[in-house]
């Protein structure tokens, strides 16, 4: 019960009346594979949203992406993977046509909010390290505008689900939650614009937008190293923008970190999608197959990963563990304490910057 496909999946079977029966040995591994998914994204990203919400009165715009960015991920582990998981046991749909149409809403709801979070994050970081006189919005603004524009699209982006799903007869006495779509092109349009909305355009403005702040640290270390071992005028940097260097570490770890979110977003979600155009563009594609199956649920897994990106280039991943296990209550303060100064370094740092100048 994928939002594209494992409802989808057998889409071009629908026109067969009879109700064709599964294969009990991959079902049990889906249903193996999501429990794991689930219940290491339900914990990873509660977690890590308690820890960030106890420090929400501190200045940080990042931690401000990363809050928004588990709720997405727990979106997508509450209505996508645990309703999936519930399909996968039950095998058929169970419930009315209401929570159909919502549960299919839902599930795209998260895959946006999951996928735009990480592009308004890039873009944040974009205009920090590029254009750092140019902020989104004042420090003691009430909303945050880019998380504001990714709830919007994500909550607009799912709508249509609403409309194409439905639960549906699909053999005689047996019901599902299916969609309808006109042949022979419909069903091509939606997973084609979908991939379009939902990856292609949000990885390239990621991509384009990662070039440019990567050109701009490259530029930022040239001048630096020539202001340390140059002596004349054209090398030297105005006084004031020399506390840049004390901070050149934690801005390059907040780049480093969304890189890798980037990255493991692609290296998710890429076959899925790849799984998705391969279906509906080749009626001889194996939809049946393992391969394709256990594809489509691993692009979940990337909601059990952004927790962890975020812990260990905090350098907290471990500290976390071992404050779970053994460190008593004024310790694991401490320990939040100084997550805090961390990952608040970088917009101390360029408020100062924007300030001197």
């Known amino acids: 019960m994928h939002p594209f496909n494992c409802s989808l999946g057998n889409f071009s079977m629908m026109m067969e009346v009879e109700d064709t029966p599964r294969d009990e040995k991959l079902a049990k591994v889906e249903i193996a594979l999501l429990s794991v998914i689930f219940v290491s994204a339900s914990i990873l990203n509660t977690g890590l949203l308690l820890v960030l919400w106890k420090r929400r009165k501190q200045v940080s715009r990042m931690r401000v992406f990363v809050f928004h960015l588990c709720i997405a991920d727990l979106v997508v582990a509450f209505f996508q993977v645990c309703p999936q998981l519930m399909w996968e046991i039950t095998d058929r749909f169970i419930g009315p046509d209401l929570v159909c149409r919502l549960v299919k809403y839902l599930q795209v709801v998260g895959m946006f909010a999951s996928t735009y979070m990480i592009v308004v994050m890039t873009i944040d970081r974009y205009q920090a390290i590029c254009n750092p006189m140019v902020k989104f919005q004042r420090r003691h603004a009430r909303w945050n505008i880019p998380v504001c524009v990714a709830w919007t699209i994500s ?62 640290i490259q530029v930022n270390l040239y001048l630096k190293t020539h202001q340390e071992v140059g002596s004349g005028v054209a090398f030297r940097l105005p006084s004031r923008t ?97 997550e805090a100064a961390v990952v608040s370094s970088l917009y101390v740092s360029f408020k100062s910057i924007s300030d001197s100048k």
Do not use: H
């Open 155 to 216: 909550l607009v982006g799912g709508l249509p689900q609403m409309f194409i799903f439905s639960r549906v007869q699909v053999a005689p006495g047996v019901f599902d939650c299916w969609a309808d779509f006109i042949q022979p092109w419909g069903l091509k349009t939606y997973i084609t614009w979908t991939t379009l909305v939902i990856f292609v355009l949000p990885i390239l403005t990621v991509v384009v937008c990662q070039v440019q702040i990567c050109r701009a």
């Open 242 to 338: 020399s506390s840049v260097v004390g901070v050149s570490k934690a801005r390059i770890k907040t780049v480093k970190m969304t890189v890798v979110i980037v990255f493991v977003y692609i290296i998710c979600w890429t076959p899925f999608f790849m799984v998705q155009l391969w279906s509906v563009w080749d009626m001889d594609a194996p939809t049946e197959t393992t391969t394709f199956t256990i594809l489509m649920l691993l692009a979940s897994l990337n909601s059990c990963t952004n927790p962890c990106i975020y812990l260990l280039f905090s350098g907290q991943l471990p500290k976390k563990l071992e404050t779970v296990l053994c460190r008593s209550p004024s310790e694991v303060k401490d320990s939040i304490n100084d």
